[in-house]
Each structure stands twice: as structure tokens, then as C-alpha cells.
């Protein structure tokens, strides 16, 4: 049996012991009198559709079914009062954004109502209430101690069963007060409603109910236009967040993070559009990115394959629905998806996909939204490039692909800096030089040379320390800067590294003459080492050091060697 099946059955047998015999005890002991059954059908159907359809604030409902219960217990008594709640409990298995299961749902509530029920009468009788009462007075201060138990009972019940299932659930004073300015609301109208029914009938209904369902569909209205800007303020703020970004990786681990969270999702993922061919390139479940393998996929194939085949957006409102019509990698929890296609230029650069736990989560006018997401993401993307491409060009060398000179020195300094200020730090510089290197130019030809440059520059950031750089000085210099590496072990790592070039079968086309064939060369390499503070305190200082090292203790020494600075 699964969790979720467990769940089903525990509940059912909460239920089945505590509602079917409370409600035959009850109807027993108080069973009610002179009922008008037609008047009890009214209230049940005008309860149900004010659970159907509560009024909602900030994307929350808030259900005023009370003020329509309350009439029906005064009138008839607890025994009525529970049958027009409990059929009013029914609506909620409508609620399709809800992702516990409909019997589940059913069972927790109708126990749960029960209960409130129950004990709001106890509270009812308890300040002397009576049913069919019309003394004002007396009845207002029962139904205030009925309602206030209703609602406390439900706060605290509610706080238990969210603290159980770990559910996140922020509960501010606000929120409390607000639940109890409804108690303050729903008294009034409930004993309006009460009060008219005895005064004019049935025409109370037409008289207070339907201009109250009225104004729930104003507020509605209003809500969806207040959640739509709501939502475009919040869109302008990522995009701006997302301009503000300089390199493409922070740009998309922002927006997808933005936005799962803007629409409340637990699943997202971002696929890049190459030739005809979508690949995922970033994966947020559960507030974290996550390093998942998903083979790639083409046109028509799976749900962002539907996407990129068609160019339109996609919802789907549960998981029946688009179970059938995907293969892919996708979380069982997946209720709801949506889908959007991420244009540029009348080019689709991508696919974002966004799944929910809940039940019919997306809603038409937030694809509007994520379209116009979307559209500050493709923006984003296309300066952070820029940016990139513009700080490549300034920082790296174009041939070797490692740093220049000038980013060598900015970070020499700014090490240097680290250093000063904690004397328990170390710093080391290791300088090295391609032995020779002209001849190989002149045997082989330039290209070749580039070559060999090339080749090495790989090797050097293959055996690149951690926290190191590697960078291109000039020529066939180059220059490793260690934070953290003492003299000694500088010169470990620089032996290692010369043995490693010497031993290395670097392989060339030459482009001088006519026979134009692969060809394996060696070359060895000089290198110098000077550490900060055991050798200088200034950054250039460093530097210089280092060279003296590389062309005093190692190429005059014989070459193919290590050298380190000495005073």
C-alpha cells in the first residue's frame, strides 16, 4: 500500500469511528423539531456554493460558509447544522489545486467539521443559548461564543495537522487577526440572515444572500486584477535583477531560481535549442539546483519537444493529462505544467518547464507573464555574452586561451594585498620558459610554434593547484600565481611540472616545405620560484624575482631546470 493510499485508509477509519455515530448519538439525543426541509435544502446549496466559491486575499480563500450555517443551527438545531456543513465539505473535493487525494480531502474535513461543530455548540449552550431564540441580546453573545470556539478550535487544529505533515506554513499576527475580523463579519450577517428569514421568509435569501454572492464576485474580479499586477511588478524586478548580471551561468541560475519561486513551483527546467535538438542545462527541485542526466531530445518528442515543434505554450492542469504524451524524465509528484517556449528574434533559443505538486496551479494570464520573463531572460543572456566575450578579450590571451599579462599582475597585487595583511600567509610564483624556443619556430614554422604554445597551455591548466592561476606573461613565458603555497612546495609542484613537459610528445604539422605530415617534438623548459613574504613584500618584486630565478639559477645553469630566488 503506498504513503498516500495509508493516509486514505487512517483517515477513513478517523471518520468512520467519530462522524456516522456522532451524527446518529446526536440525532437521538437532540433530535430536531418542526424542520422545514425545503428552507434546510436552501441552506445546504447556498453553503456549498460559498465553499465553492469563497472570496479570496492574497491567493488565499477565505470561506465564510458560517454566516449560512449558523442561521440553519438556530433555527433547527445542531443535528441540521452539521447535515448543511457537511454537504457544504463536499465543494472542497472540487478544489483542484489541492494535492491531497479527494477521499483523503473528504475525510479530514468532514471529521474535522464535525468536531468544530460539536464543540461550538457545547460553547453555544454553555452561555445559555437557545434554539429559536429572538431576544437579541442573548442570542448575539451565544453566536459570539459559538463562532469564537469555531474559529480558535480551527486555528489550532489546523497548526497541529500543518506541524505533522511538515508543512511550511507561515502564521503572522495579520493572518490571526484577520481570521478573527471575519468572526466580527460573519456574526452580523449570519444574524441578519436568521432575523429576516423569520420576518420575510424565503425572500431573505433573495434579500442578503444573493447581493452577498454578488460582491464575492466583485472582490474576485478584483483579486485576479490585484495578482496580475502583483505579478508584473515582481516580473520587472527579476528582469531588472537579471540585467544587473555579468556572466551568462548567473543570469540562468537566476532566472530559473526567480522564477520557481514567483510561481510557487517545486519543479523546473531550463533546455537549451541547438539544430533541432533540445538539452537540459539547468534542473531546480525543491529550492535547489540539481545535476540530473536527461538525454537529449527533438522536435514533437515529449512535452518541451511539443513545445519547440509547435512554438506555442502548453498547460497542463493534471498529471493524467500529459501523462500519456511524454516519455521523459519527469518527478511522480508532477501534477501541473507548464510550458513556455523562450523566443529571440523570432528564434526559439529554449524551453523553460515548470511542474507543481498541486492540481490546476497555472492559470492563462501567467503565460503573458512568463513570456515577458522569458523576454528579459534572452536579453540577460545576449549582454552577459557580451560582457563575457568583452572581458575575454581584455583578460585572456587570444592564442593560448590563459590570462594576460595585465590580469596576472591585477591578482599578483590583490594576493599580495592578503598577505600583508595576515604574515601567516603564503604566496608563490612560479615562472616558467620554453627552452630554445626560437629554434623550434625556425625548424618548423611559426604555426607549429602556435602549436606547441597551445598544447602546453593545456597542460599547464591541467596541472593548475587549487585556488592558482595560470596565465600567459609573454612570448613563451608563463606565469603560475599559488596563494597558499609555501617556497618548498612551489618547487615540488614546479619539478613535477618540468618533468612533465620534458616527457610530453607534442604533436605537430610543420609548415615549412613541402611535406606537410604529423610529427612528434619534445621540449624542455626553465623555470623560476620566488614566495612571499620569505622573499619580498611587493608584488612586482615577486615577479622580478621570480625571472631573475628562471634566467640565473635555471637557463644559465644549463636550462631544463628549477631555480629558486635567492637573496
Not at 494570464?365 to 540577460?380: A, E, G, N, P, R
Amino acid at each position: 500500500m503506498s504513503a498516500g493510499n495509508k493516509s486514505t485508509f487512517k483517515y477513513f477509519i478517523m471518520w468512520i469511528l467519530v462522524v456516522p455515530p456522532g451524527m446518529y448519538m446526536i440525532f437521538v439525543n437532540y433530535p430536531p423539531v418542526q424542520v422545514d426541509w425545503l428552507t434546510v435544502v436552501v441552506f445546504s446549496i447556498l453553503s456549498f456554493l460559498a465553499v465553492y466559491y469563497p472570496i479570496k486575499r492574497n491567493e488565499s480563500p477565505i470561506f465564510l460558509v458560517t454566516w449560512l450555517t449558523i442561521p440553519a443551527f438556530l433555527m433547527y438545531g445542531l443535528f441540521v447544522e452539521i447535515i448543511v456543513m457537511q454537504l457544504a465539505i463536499l465543494a472542497t473535493l472540487f478544489n483542484k489545486s489541492s494535492s491531497l487525494s479527494l477521499l483523503l480531502r473528504f475525510f479530514f474535513n468532514s471529521t474535522l467539521f464535525f468536531i468544530l461543530s460539536v464543540l461550538a455548540a457545547i460553547a453555544f449552550y454553555a452561555v445559555g443559548g437557545e434554539v429559536n431564540s429572538l431576544e437579541f441580546w442573548p442570542v448575539l453573545v451565544s453566536i459570539a461564543a459559538y463562532q469564537i470556539v469555531h474559529t480558535f478550535i480551527n486555528d489550532i487544529a489546523l497548526r497541529i495537522y500543518t506541524r505533522y505533515k511538515r508543512i511550511k506554513t507561515l502564521y503572522t499576527a495579520n493572518e490571526i487577526l484577520a481570521d478573527y475580523v471575519i468572526v466580527l463579519a460573519i456574526i452580523p450577517m449570519a444574524l441578519s440572515l436568521y432575523y429576516m428569514i423569520y420576518i420575510v421568509g424565503s425572500g431573505a435569501f433573495l434579500l442578503l444572500v444573493m447581493p452577498f454572492f454578488f460582491i464575492t464576485f466583485i472582490l474576485r474580479l478584483y483579486n485576479n486584477t490585484e495578482q496580475i499586477n502583483n505579478y508584473l511588478q515582481q516580473a520587472s524586478q527579476i528582469g531588472q535583477e537579471l540585467s544587473g548580471l555579468m556572466t551568462e551561468k548567473e543570469v540562468l541560475h537566476q532566472f530559473v531560481s526567480k522564477v520557481s519561486i514567483l510561481f510557487n513551483v517545486e519543479f523546473a527546467y531550463l533546455f537549451d535549442h541547438k539544430e533541432g535538438w533540445l538539452e537540459v542545462i539547468s534542473s531546480y527541485e525543491y529550492g535547489q539546483f540539481e545535476n540530473i542526466e536527461i538525454a537529449r531530445f527533438g522536435k514533437g518528442q515529449g512535452l518541451a519537444g511539443r513545445v519547440l515543434e509547435t512554438e506555442e505554450p502548453i498547460i497542463y492542469s493534471s498529471k493524467e493529462e500529459w501523462m500519456v504524451k511524454t516519455h521523459d524524465y519527469m518527478p511522480d509528484e508532477i501534477q501541473s505544467v507548464i510550458c513556455i517556449p523562450i523566443a529571440r528574434n523570432q528564434k526559439i533559443e529554449g524551453v523553460l518547464l515548470l511542474g507543481s505538486k498541486k492540481k490546476s496551479a497555472f492559470l492563462e494570464y501567467q503565460v503573458k507573464i512568463m513570456d515577458l520573463l522569458c523576454s528579459y531572460f534572452t536579453v540577460s543572456v545576449e549582454k552577459a555574452r557580451y560582457m563575457e566575450e568583452a572581458v575575454t578579450k581584455n583578460e585572456r590571451c587570444a592564442l593560448t586561451g590563459l590570462y594576460n599579462y595585465r590580469y596576472l599582475e591585477e591578482q599578483l597585487t590583490y594576493h599580495m594585498g592578503q598577505v600583508t595583511n595576515d604574515d601567516s600567509m603564503d604566496l608563490s610564483v612560479v615562472m616558467l620558459d620554453i627552452d630554445y624556443f626560437k629554434k623550434v619556430n625556425d625548424e618548423y614554422g611559426h604555426q607549429s610554434g602556435n602549436d606547441i604554445l597551445y598544447i602546453l597551455a593545456r597542460k599547464l591548466e591541467a596541472a593548475l593547484p587549487e585556488d592558482g592561476i595560470v596565465g600567459r606573461y609573454g612570448g613563451e613565458e608563463f606565469v603560475f600565481i599559488l596563494p597558499g603555497m609555501t617556497k618548498s612546495g612551489a618547487y615540488d609542484f614546479a619539478e613535477n611540472l618540468r618533468a612533465d613537459i620534458g616527457g610530453h610528445n607534442f604533436l605537430i604539422v610543420p609548415d615549412l616545405g613541402d611535406d606537410k605530415y604529423p610529427l612528434v617534438v619534445h621540449i624542455t623548459c626553465s623555470i623560476g620560484i620566488s614566495s612571499a613574504p620569505q622573499d619580498t613584500d611587493e608584488a612586482m618584486s615577486l615577479l622580478r624575482n621570480a625571472d631573475r630565478a628562471l634566467y640565473i639559477g635555471a637557463k644559465q645553469a644549463g636550462r631544463n631546470r628549477v631555480a629558486m630566488y635567492v637573496k
